[in-house]
Structure formats: structure tokens, C-alpha cells
């Protein structure tokens, strides 16, 4: 257990208790108490887990009325899968909403469906599915959807190899007309690193351009900011970092509009 003195007036104002219990099956259960000083229960949590670790069940009381809020439960597979189930509860144990998670035992593909109302009909369902080429770089897409199977929002993702270039792409009404695209390149320079990020609206014109400088000791960056995708920098912040004899490190800021005015 462990008490706490938080206004140090010589009494403890909480109390964290937890007890641990091996069940005959091989299973374990962990029950976790906070208190206040004068004993009442703040929150309680029970944890169990199968013999094997394979399977576990967390039951939160979060407000210490001596009802359980939630309760997660997961369990992986024999194939390495794993499957979280999360539900919410009211004080009588009804359901307030439920999402459920499946996971490949790769972590490439996840399939999330949610109820948000805990009616048992389902919401949404989320998918993401990731995939490695040969050349190192990485490819996910992710789609939300309604319970008819209609597209509600959807985007891609790809980082190269290296991670110094990514693009994403997101359509985010459902429509299958890419809304929104972001392209983020890394270059190494003599003197430090520069990466640009644009993002681009519907079609090709640039909405938004911000341009960072990092020089090569890490001591000094330069964010330039485009917000209109103009051509013309809206914005500069510089920040330089000091390191004194010390150990101490003193940061200094400075924001600049586009015409250098401080």
C-alpha cells in the first residue's frame, strides 16, 4: 500500500492499496483500492489474468460508488491475433457503448467496429490495413464506415524507406474524391536538415506551405509559414537554444511576420 500526505498537515489524505490473489486455475487477480484519509473508496480497479497470459479482463469503478464504468477484456489468439473488447457501462450494468478491436499478430491490419450508443447495433467500423514492399517504405490505408457499408471518411499513407518523404491523402466525406493532400519531404543539408510540408485542397493548388531549418547541431530552427499557399511567408519563428556551463538551457524565441517585422 501507499500513503500520501499531499498538504503535509500529518495526515494522509490518500490511501492506495493492492492485493494480489493466484486463483486455483492458475489465473491471477489483481484489486487495486484508492482511498480517501477517511477511508471512503475514490476508484477500485480488478485486473485478472488467465494462467497462460493470454487473456486478460480489467473492471474500472471510477468513481468508487461500488458500480463498474468498464471493462476491457482482451485476448490473443493462437495465431497471435489479438481481440480487445472495451465496454462502458451505467450504474445499473446497461450498456452505454462498445468498441471492439482485432489486431493481426503482424500489427498490419486492425478491424475496430463501434457502438456508440450501446444499443447493439453497430456504428462504425474502422479498418486499416498496412503494407511493407521490399523497398522498405510503408503503404497504410484506412477507412471509416457507417453499418450499411457506406464510405463515411477515408486516407492513405506513404512513407519511404528512409522515413524522409511521406504523402497522405484523405478523402474526408466519403465521396471517393481526395479532399486534402499533404506532402511532407526531409532534405540533409552542410548545415542541418530542412523539411518542407505542403498540403494541398482538392485538385492541385497549394493551400498551405511550411518550410523547417534545423541546423546541425539541433540548436537552431527556423519555421517558415505560408497559410494561404501564396508563394509569399507569412510567418517565421526561430528558436535558439543556449547550453550553459551549468547544464541549464536557455531557449530563446522569436516570431517574425512575413516582412520581418518582429
Avoid at 484489486?31 to 476508484?43: A, K
Avoid at 452505454?96 to 456504428?123: E, F, H, M, P
Avoid at 522498405?136 to 522515413?163: E, F, H, L, P
Avoid at 530552427?221 to 528558436?239: I, K, L, W, Y
Amino acid at each position: 500500500s501507499k500513503s500520501t500526505d499531499v498538504d503535509g498537515n500529518g495526515s494522509f489524505d490518500q490511501i492506495i492499496s493492492a492485493n494480489k490473489t493466484q486463483n486455483a486455475d492458475g489465473s491471477e487477480t489483481v484489486i487495486t483500492e484508492n482511498r480517501s484519509g477517511d477511508g471512503s473508496l475514490i476508484s477500485k480497479e480488478e485486473n485478472w489474468v488467465t494462467a497462460d497470459k493470454r487473456g486478460k479482463l480489467v473492471r474500472t469503478d471510477s468513481d468508487g460508488d461500488g458500480n463498474i464504468n468498464t471493462e476491457i477484456g482482451s485476448t490473443i489468439g493462437a495465431d497471435g491475433g489479438e481481440f480487445v473488447e472495451n465496454r462502458t457501462l451505467t450504474n445499473t450494468g446497461a450498456l452505454l457503448s462498445r468498441t471492439t478491436t482485432v489486431t493481426s499478430a503482424n500489427k498490419l491490419n486492425i478491424y475496430q467496429t463501434v457502438d456508440v450508443d450501446g444499443d447493439g447495433i453497430i456504428d462504425r467500423v474502422h479498418n486499416q490495413y498496412t503494407d511493407l514492399p521490399a523497398d522498405g517504405s510503408s503503404y497504410t490505408s484506412r477507412t471509416t464506415s457507417a453499418n450499411d457499408g457506406s464510405v463515411i471518411r477515408q486516407g492513405v499513407k506513404w512513407v519511404s524507406g528512409n522515413g524522409m518523404n511521406e504523402s497522405s491523402q484523405s478523402d474526408l466525406n466519403g465521396d471517393w474524391v481526395y479532399d486534402e493532400t499533404t506532402n511532407r519531404n526531409t532534405a540533409v543539408e552542410d548545415g542541418g536538415t530542412v523539411r518542407i510540408i505542403e498540403t494541398k485542397l482538392s485538385g492541385s493548388s497549394v493551400a498551405s506551405r511550411s518550410t523547417v531549418r534545423t541546423s546541425a547541431n539541433g540548436l537552431i530552427s527556423t519555421v517558415e509559414q505560408d497559410f494561404d499557399g501564396n508563394d509569399a511567408v507569412d510567418d517565421v519563428t526561430t528558436t535558439t537554444k543556449a547550453l550553459l556551463a551549468s547544464g541549464a538551457v536557455v531557449e530563446t524565441v522569436t516570431k517574425r511576420s512575413g516582412n520581418n517585422t518582429l
